[in-house]
């Protein structure tokens, strides 16, 4: 069988090396468009043991990741300058650029060499291929060309975020939320490495265009938000990396597979960055395809039908929480008029998927606070 899959992300590299891992005589050829170390924003953020997925199926890649990840047992919120500890909500990071290069080695060691800086324009180029897998993100062609066969949609959140890095060293995840003359503002920081941390700035849409920020370029939104974060950032500089306002796409498609065509990951959906499981979802869909094609060798169609049943299921399920996650975030300036406590509340029950019950085996110590202020 010949495979060709398009896009070099965590959803294509891990893909390829688990086919050429269970049939070392498949043919597989990634295609990439930009170059092997081109990647935006900074840190990849995991919950706790999303990782879990990986020990018992395959425990190298396991044992390759998860050393180089920082890892953190509660996360924090800042409100007007009060700081709320969630307890027991754990998280990893790990840089982007680093995870990519750890799959890149894992690709390469069952035989793999990704094609970078090549652009397929049209999916006749892939003619020869038995098998085409959409791995190739947001503005995936394989979605684009075959919209009407997936039932695809594309639509946008309206608040917009700018991802930055930072040397100030965040020792647990923590949320910033500021109010100013401009408006609302918030930052998702946390440490990926021992010495580097991403900072994602988010406002809402009546702040970015009362700050101005769609006249700026990326220096002056930089030194603005370094203005606005300045206690969080203690004297520390942000730093750029094409840290250009984005809006968060939501990709949905109601049919996963056309013919010999298949979508996962970022092509097939998204879940918002703030539930820390995109990357997480992505390497599941590849374990699930790869799966399929196992139980069905001779069969495609049947094979990326399979793929579906067996894996939308559990997948809808947690995009229904990112969605969750997001809409609470597109109104977080009306969530700060809240008492910090109640707005930590309504925080971590965002997506719907906690009560205070399991909350109060989860974290204690913040129930107790909560239910202690409410007494």
């Not at 930009?34 to 044992?63: C, I, K, M, Q, W």
């Not at 984005?246 to 298949?262: D, E, M």
């Not at 008029?337 to 399991?358: C, H, N, Q, W």
Request: charged share 20%; glycine share 6%; hydrophobic share 45%.
């Amino acid at each position: 069988m010949r495979i060709a899959i398009l896009g070099a992300g965590p959803a294509g590299l891990y893909l390829s090396y688990l086919i050429k891992r269970r049939a070392p005589r498949a043919g597989v050829t990634v295609i990439e468009q930009n170059p092997a170390d081109a990647t935006f924003g900074f840190g990849v953020v995991f919950s706790d043991r999303a990782l879990e997925f990986l020990r018992d199926d395959d425990e190298p890649t396991y044992a390759a990741i998860v050393p180089h990840m920082q890892s953190w047992s509660d996360i924090a919120l800042v409100l007007r300058g009060e700081r709320i500890v969630i307890d027991g909500v754990g998280f990893a990071a790990i840089g982007r650029l680093q995870l990519l290069q750890l799959l890149q080695a894992r690709a390469r060691s069952a035989g793999v060499e990704p094609a970078y800086r090549r652009t397929v324009k049209d999916l006749s180029e892939l003619d020869d291929f038995d098998l085409v897998v959409g791995a190739d993100g947001v503005n995936s062609l394989v979605r684009r060309m075959h919209a009407q066969d997936f039932g695809a949609s594309l639509d946008y959140l309206t608040n917009r975020f700018a991802w930055f890095g930072t040397a100030k060293r965040f020792e647990t995840l923590t949320q910033t939320f500021i109010q100013t003359e401009l408006g609302s503002f918030n930052a998702h920081h946390y440490r990926f490495s021992p010495e580097l941390s991403t900072f994602i700035v988010e406002v809402d849409a009546a702040t970015f265009a009362r700050a101005g920020f769609a006249a700026m370029d990326e220096a002056h939104t930089r030194s603005l938000c370094e203005r606005v974060f300045a206690e969080a950032l203690g004297g520390h500089a942000l730093i750029s990396n094409n840290s250009i306002w984005r809006q968060f796409p939501l990709v949905h498609n109601a049919r996963w597979s056309h013919g010999k065509y298949v979508l996962l990951g970022d092509a097939l959906h998204t879940a918002h960055f703030s539930i820390g499981s995109g990357t997480r979802l992505a390497m599941e869909d590849a374990i699930a395809l790869d799966k399929a094609l196992a139980a069905h060798p001779r069969d495609i169609v049947a094979a990326l039908s399979a793929y579906e049943a067996a894996r939308r299921p559990i997948l809808e399920k947690l995009v229904n929480g990112a969605n969750g996650s997001a809409q609470w975030y597109e109104h977080f300036a009306e969530h700060m008029a809240l008492k910090p406590v109640d707005f930590a509340m309504s925080y971590i029950t965002r997506s719907g998927r906690i009560d205070i019950e399991r909350l109060r085996k989860l974290s204690p110590n913040f129930v107790a606070r909560y239910e202690r202020e409410h007494a």
